[in-house]
């Protein structure tokens, strides 16, 4: 499925006012990764109140034991820092990596505005290296922005 194909996808199970928003960040996760071939992993890590870490949120793919990262920690946690997308073509060449599964080759980082503010982010593992394109980007860009409304203060 095209990442235009999904946008509407994505925006049907977001504005579903009837199911909690942890089930509908999870229905996202499990949408792209389901339908997007080298999206092995799809998850939602979230700033953790004041404290300088991010906490995990729903997700989909292999289970993981980094529900817990540090600010400037792996990818995520310069993201976290940055506020600045992170594609990391190749994994092992990365230095400050956290590696959760020996079969993730790439990997992308998308951060999550609220109201200018970064609270959290969406991260893509791919097995396949070199996997992800400013397409990926852009469609991560347009998940955010939408998931960004479940939280906007109304």
Same mark, same amino acid.
């Given at each position: 499925m095209t990442f &235009? =194909? $999904? /946008?509407? /996808?994505?925006? *049907?199970? @977001? !504005? !579903? *006012? #009837? #199911?909690? %928003? =942890? =089930? %509908? $960040? $999870?229905?996202?996760? !499990? $949408? @792209? &990764?389901q339908n997007i071939d080298y999206y092995d992993w799809v998850g939602f890590y979230f700033r953790n109140g004041d404290k300088e870490e991010l906490i995990l949120g729903p997700y989909a793919g292999d289970e993981t034991d980094h529900t817990v990262i540090p600010f400037g920690r792996g990818i995520c946690g310069q993201v976290a820092i940055s506020g600045k997308n992170f594609v990391v073509p190749d994994v092992q060449a990365q230095d400050n990596y956290i590696a959760c599964s020996i079969n993730v080759r790439s990997e992308i980082v998308v951060p999550l505005f609220v109201n200018g503010e970064n609270i959290g982010q969406i991260d893509i593992d791919s097995n396949v290296p070199d996997a992800f394109t400013d397409l990926d980007e852009r469609f991560l860009e347009f998940v955010n922005a939408e998931v960004a409304k479940l939280y906007e203060v109304k």
């Open positions: &235009e =194909e $999904l /946008k509407p /996808k994505v925006i *049907d199970i @977001l !504005h !579903h *006012d #009837t #199911t909690i %928003r =942890e =089930e %509908r $960040l $999870l229905q996202v996760c !499990h $949408l @792209l &990764e």
